[in-house]
């Protein structure tokens, strides 16, 4: 079992950054085909993917990110960041962190990400 805890989102003006973090309550990258993921979901909306980071390190973002987004991991405290730049109202949203552990997959609560004009 593992339990994923959110953190860092609030509320940004367009233009802003803000960071956020998914602690895991154990390792997430001890086997091949482990990986983490940040997904959102704007209200109205279905949940889209954002990024992901695999056990080996590979990234990959979704087409919207454009580069402002950038996934990385911290494997001694079991966490995994989203640092997010050049903030857009569109990117408005629940921020929930998403992993597949030993074939297995967890979600956390989510954390909301508000950006204003």
């Known amino acids: 079992q593992v339990q994923l805890v959110e953190s860092g989102g609030g509320l940004a003006q367009a233009g802003g950054s803000l960071g956020l973090s998914c602690t895991a309550s154990r390792k997430m990258f001890s086997f091949s085909g482990n990986h983490v993921a940040w997904y959102r979901q704007a209200p109205g909306k279905q949940r889209e993917f954002v990024a992901r980071?695999?056990?080996?390190?590979?990234?990959d973002y979704a087409a919207f990110v454009e580069g402002r987004f950038t996934i990385s991991r911290d494997n001694t405290k079991n966490t995994v960041f989203l640092q997010m730049n050049s903030l857009k109202p569109e990117d408005t949203g629940r921020y929930s962190c998403y992993a597949q552990v030993n074939g297995l997959t967890y979600w956390g609560q989510g954390t909301q990400v508000t950006v204003s004009l």
């Open positions: 980071i695999t056990m080996s390190g590979t990234t």
